[in-house]
């Protein structure tokens, strides 16, 4: 496992589904550029990991671009899993960001 931060552009203003298809796109293109080929995605949102399988429609504009990319990006690997977790069990996950935005919550 391999853990990264990245602050997005502070300019723009976006939604926690926006901001989760960021960061994916993001991750997506570290493994592409590190040649992994066999990948397991875990994520929190359901909203982002349906839409990528493909259960949920996706109908909002910005997100549906960002759906676009992810979708492109996955082609590149062998193999590409996307797997729903629960928020409680993402505990890396909220570390980082609470380490990243200097919040801490209990």
Known sequence: M???SFQLDENRVLTNNQAK???LIIGLEIAKDLNIRHLKVSG?????I???TGQYKCYHPLLNLQLGKVKHLAQEFD????H???RLQ???ANQMAQTASGIQIP
């Open 21 to 23: 298809y960021e960061a």
């Open 90 to 92: 993402n505990s890396e």
């Open 79 to 82: 193999e590409i899993h996307f």
């Open 44 to 48: 929190d949102s359901q909203l982002v």
């Open 84 to 86: 729903h977790i629960m």
């Open 50 to 52: 349906r839409q990528i």
């Open 2 to 4: 391999f853990q990264f």
